[in-house]
């Protein structure tokens, strides 16, 4: 999968799961996304992977403002690939989710390939104290929470970007959604290479054992052949065990502050660049290298960053 054993490093830095409450290290104002974004691109993430937030309560904000905030600072400032979320958060619409791709145009885009039950709430029974009274409740509405991603919406993202030549993190929480990715793809909605952004441990989804990885890549593998690049990300204490598998089986991988607060067995990670230099210590002691964002950018095949609007 990796190319001359090149591994794809990509960065979340901090998403729409984890609330501020959670670590005083996850990102919420533009200036601390932006450092953490070049932060993670300096330790040697190829790409990173885009959420924005209100910087005053840190709840998720998919409004082009907030984006526009951090966008040209990180692209000034590092030549990582810039990956914008479409997923915003579960209780969004999908045009609302789909604005700030629309808008600046991004090398890539994430896009998840299928609806699911995505459950927060057992976060409830780890953090107890909260600062914001959005937090706590977004958490326990999760219990009645189903994340929309019907063909319409998939479609729907898919033309919406298709003409800017944005490419997709294609985010696969099952086996369903890589036979949903497959329908795409034989309807020439999408083409290769499809970057297949393998997803573990999230309840709803797959869960974090070896056998559940080799499980989604060996139906990857039949249905997509050659045509597809295979990345890993873990949630929570499962990122780097499931991101040393995938790595040694030829995948490229995700970490970063939106899929685990950790740097270790009860102590928090204090910024996205240490979970990146940890992966790549894996990586390297496979014998592997960690792919430039150049190199990550011909893998993909991806427009450049010239040719993004922001």
């Avoid at 907030?66 to 999908?94: C, D, E, H, S, W």
């Avoid at 998840?112 to 937090?135: T, V």
């Avoid at 479609?155 to 959604?177: I, K, P």
Wanted: net charge neutral; charged share 20%.
């Amino acid at each position: 999968m990796a190319s001359s054993g090149k591994v794809i490093i990509t960065c979340a830095v901090t998403g729409a799961i984890h609330t501020p409450s959670m670590s005083p290290y996850l990102p919420v104002t533009a200036d601390e996304i932006a450092e953490a974004a070049i932060g993670a691109a300096e330790a040697g993430a190829a790409i990173v992977h885009l959420h924005a937030r209100d910087e005053n309560t840190g709840r998720p904000d998919q409004s082009p403002e907030a984006f526009a905030r951090f966008l040209p600072r990180i692209k000034q400032a590092t030549k990582a690939v810039v990956n914008l979320t479409t997923g915003g958060a579960p209780y969004m619409t999908v045009q609302e989710r789909v604005k700030p791709a629309e808008v600046f145009k991004p090398e890539v885009a994430s896009l998840n390939m299928g609806s699911m039950n995505f459950g927060l709430f057992p976060m409830l029974d780890r953090f107890k104290s909260f600062k914001h009274d959005w937090e706590a409740q977004a958490l326990e509405n999760s219990r009645d929470l189903v994340f929309r991603n019907t063909y319409k919406d998939i479609e729907f993202v898919l033309r919406t970007l298709g003409d800017a030549g944005t490419r997709f993190e294609f985010e696969c929480y099952d086996t369903a959604h890589l036979y949903n990715l497959a329908h795409f793809l034989d309807r020439g909605l999408v083409k290769p290479p499809l970057f297949v952004q393998t997803v573990f441990g999230i309840l709803g989804g797959i869960g974090p054992h070896p056998e559940d990885v080799l499980h989604m890549k060996r139906t990857a593998d039949r249905l997509f052949g050659k045509s597809y690049k295979w990345s890993v990300l873990g949630a929570g204490r499962n990122q780097l065990a499931i991101a040393a598998q995938a790595a040694a089986m030829g995948g490229n991988v995700r970490v970063g502050l939106e899929d685990s607060l950790w740097g270790g067995p009860g102590r928090l990670a204090t910024s996205n660049a240490e979970q990146v230099r940890a992966v790549r210590q894996i990586i390297e002691g496979l014998g592997l290298s960690v792919a430039s964002p150049e190199e990550a950018r011909e893998i993909l095949e991806l427009k450049g960053g010239d040719r993004v609007s922001f």
